[in-house]
Structures are given as C-alpha cells and as structure tokens.
C-alpha cells in the first residue's frame, strides 16, 4: 500500500520561501509519476506542479513558474516543491499525489489523473 506524507508547511510573510517535502512508503516510487495541488478555501483543488517518473519532465501552473520547483530523489522515496517569492494568493492547503506511470516522461495535471493522496500541509502567506 502506497501512503503520502506530506510536510513543511507553515505561517511565513509574503516574499519568503517554503520547501514541502512528501514521502513515500513502498519500493515502487520509482514507478510513480508525482503532482502537487492546492485547495484554498471555498476553491476547488488546483494543479500546481507534476513531475514524471523519470524526473525528467516537469510541468507547472502559469501563476508559480519562475518561483515554484518540483524535484524528485528517488534515494529517498521522496518529492519535493520549493516554493520561493511566495504570496498571499499561495495560501492554501497543499496536496501531494502520486499515479502509477508506463512513460518515463509522462506527466499528468489533472486531479482525476492521480488515484493516490496524501493528507495536506497547510501553506499559509500572511503579513
């Protein structure tokens, strides 16, 4: 059973940064393609960022490129999103998913497209 744990969350003023962390149980990471979404209150969940399974394509929403990254370690069974110049319109819960991928460079933006969920870490952008 794959299992998600997101982290790194926080309260940080606007113009900081925030790295999230989420990890991945199982041996078959390596297998999986990864994404990041957000939900901000009374909002439907939003793509952020996805990477492939070979980490080589990557994929972000219009609003983060130049200041969000997406990275993988595959040692550590782990993805990662740096969110730098962060601003208050980032204020959401941030989710990570993960779906089984064939394509090494496959990546995929929508929700339905990932059938594994972690918990959420709250990213709040406030002065």
């Known amino acids: 059973q794959v299992q998600l744990v997101e982290s790194g969350g926080g309260l940080v003023q606007p113009g900081d940064s925030l790295r999230l962390s989420c990890g991945v149980s199982g041996r078959t990471f390596t297998h999986y393609a990864m994404g990041w979404f957000r939900q901000a209150p009374g909002k439907e969940r939003e793509f952020v960022a996805t990477?492939?399974?070979?980490?080589?394509?990557?994929y972000y929403i219009n609003s983060v490129k130049g200041r969000f990254t997406i990275s993988r370690d595959d040692a550590k069974n782990t993805v990662y999103l740096q969110m730098n110049s962060l601003k208050p319109e980032d204020t959401a819960v941030y989710y990570c998913?993960?779906?089984?991928?064939?394509?090494?460079?496959?990546?995929?933006?929508?929700?339905?497209?990932?059938?594994?969920w972690g918990q959420g870490t709250q990213v709040t952008v406030s002065s």
């Open positions: 998913a993960a779906r089984f991928s064939s394509g090494g460079s496959d990546y995929y933006t929508g929700p339905a497209d990932f059938d594994r």
């Open positions: 990477i492939s399974r070979s980490g080589g394509s990557t």
